[in-house]
């Protein structure tokens, strides 16, 4: 069974000042295309480059998590560091999740390029940071999830399948 970590990145939620909306959007999203049986857990961390790190690690490496999605601070704004720590804790950068994100959402709302989208691994596990808006993580993940499957076959994480009525997995012939 596959393990999924959905990070929110909000000071704000974290606080308790303002309810986390891209958790559940991202949950729910998977619910909807996921058909094999995944372990969700959701979690919320301040912004920040060492303590996204820091969450980051822990659930890939302690939690055991085969895909970790971070959504929120992706931005430009100071406190927006979520590239950063993701960068301090993979071993592979996996750009084109990042170009393909930003060029989904780019038709929707010019300041798409304002967001920092990318992916890594980290050992055995895929980690994608998104937006914090639930439409934009919806146009994000519909994106890139066709390729999400083979990736985790490629860095030997569990396996995962999805509805092809939804998103048709990509995984070449052998």
Request: charged share 20%; aromatic share 4%.
């Amino acid at each position: 069974m596959a393990r999924i970590a959905v990070l929110t990145v909000s000071d704000r939620a974290f606080r308790g000042e303002y309810e986390d909306r891209g958790g559940p959007a991202c949950e729910a999203w998977l619910r909807g295309v996921i058909t094999s049986e995944v372990e969700i857990l959701r979690q919320i961390t301040p912004d920040g480059r060492v303590e996204v790190a820091a969450a980051l690690r822990d659930l890939a490496d302690t939690w055991g998590a085969d895909l970790i999605l971070a959504t929120g601070g992706t931005g430009p704004a100071p406190r927006d560091q979520t590239p950063e720590a993701m960068a301090d804790v993979i071993t592979m950068e996996l750009a084109g999740f990042g170009e393909a994100m930003r060029a989904a959402n780019s038709r929707v709302v010019a300041t798409a390029i304002l967001s920092r989208q990318s992916a890594g691994v980290r050992g055995k596990t895929l980690i994608i940071t998104l937006p914090g808006s639930p439409n934009a993580i919806s146009t994000s993940l519909e994106a890139i999830f066709a390729a999400v499957p083979y990736c985790l076959d490629l860095i030997g994480a569990a396996r995962i399948e999805t509805d092809p009525a939804v998103i048709k997995a990509h995984r070449p012939k052998t």
